[in-house]
């Protein structure tokens, strides 16, 4: 049974950075890519970047470069999305989300067909 | 990069079928068989529809389906039931190497 599990909710002050983690179960990480996608309340999803665990290369949207750093530790199938420079924008539910990858790019392609459960973010002064 | 073109809403009655329409350009739709849909009912987590244009993973209804032509893709669903109320989200691997998502679409069955 594939599982991704985020870690809890967290308040954070503008300008700040929040860090969040995924505990993937065992085999989530072979072959597959690990994205993270954020949907701001009563707005759609949005994907920041992702990463291929077993690579360890990551890339990222546009809108996020700079600001987002997507890293993976295999011994512990957790992947992390630490985002910095904090602003009340930020505020937003964060996924992750197993998908497929491009093998002759090493690019995510999307066909996210397991989830985390999502990790509230809140920025407020 | 721009998010996908979706309707804001769609409706439809109970056994009808709809379609929900998801525009893109060259870069993304039009370029790459990578198009997946997503279901997501309030305070869930999306739930994947439909993959790499037209493929249903194992488990979801075969009323759910996808095409592609050119640079818009579609999710048709057949048979409407009161569960298939949510919203709905197309997704397209982009160029350079990204992904990106529509803006998204509330169905709502009369």
């Known amino acids: 049974q594939v599982q991704l599990v985020q870690s809890g909710a967290e308040v954070k002050k503008p300008g700040s950075s929040v860090k969040v983690s995924c505990k993937a179960s065992?085999?989530?990480?072979?072959?597959?890519?690990i994205s993270w996608v954020r949907q701001a309340p009563g707005q759609g999803l949005e994907w920041m970047g992702g990463?291929?665990?077993?690579?360890?290369?990551?890339n990222y949207a546009q809108k996020f470069q700079g600001r987002v750093t997507i890293t993976a530790d295999k011994p512990t199938s957790t992947a992390y999305m630490e985002l910095s420079s904090l602003r009340s924008e930020d505020t937003a539910v964060y996924y992750c989300?197993?998908?497929?990858?491009?093998?002759?790019?090493?690019?995510?392609?999307?066909?996210?067909?397991?989830w985390g459960q999502g990790t509230l973010v809140t920025v407020s002064s | 990069q721009s998010a996908l073109t979706q309707p804001a809403s769609v409706s439809g009655s109970p056994g009808q079928s709809i379609s929900i329409s998801c525009t893109g350009t060259?870069?993304?739709?039009?370029?790459?068989?990578?198009v997946s849909w997503y279901q997501q009912h309030p305070g869930k987590a999306p739930k994947l529809m439909i993959f790499?244009?037209?493929h249903r993973p194992s488990g979801v209804s075969n009323r759910f389906s996808g095409s592609k032509s050119g640079n818009t893709a579609s999710l048709t669903i057949s048979g409407l039931q009161a569960e298939d109320e949510a919203d709905y989200y197309c997704?397209?691997?982009?160029?350079?190497?990204?992904?990106?998502f529509g803006g998204g679409t509330k169905l709502t069955v009369l």
């Open positions: 790499d244009v037209s």
């Open positions: 997704c397209s691997h982009t160029n350079p190497g990204h992904v990106v």
């Open positions: 989300a197993r998908g497929n990858y491009d093998v002759l790019t090493d690019y995510s392609i999307g066909d996210f067909d397991y």
């Open positions: 065992a085999g989530t990480f072979s072959s597959y890519a």
């Open positions: 990463i291929i665990p077993t690579l360890g290369t990551a």
């Open positions: 060259s870069s993304d739709v039009g370029g790459y068989d990578y």
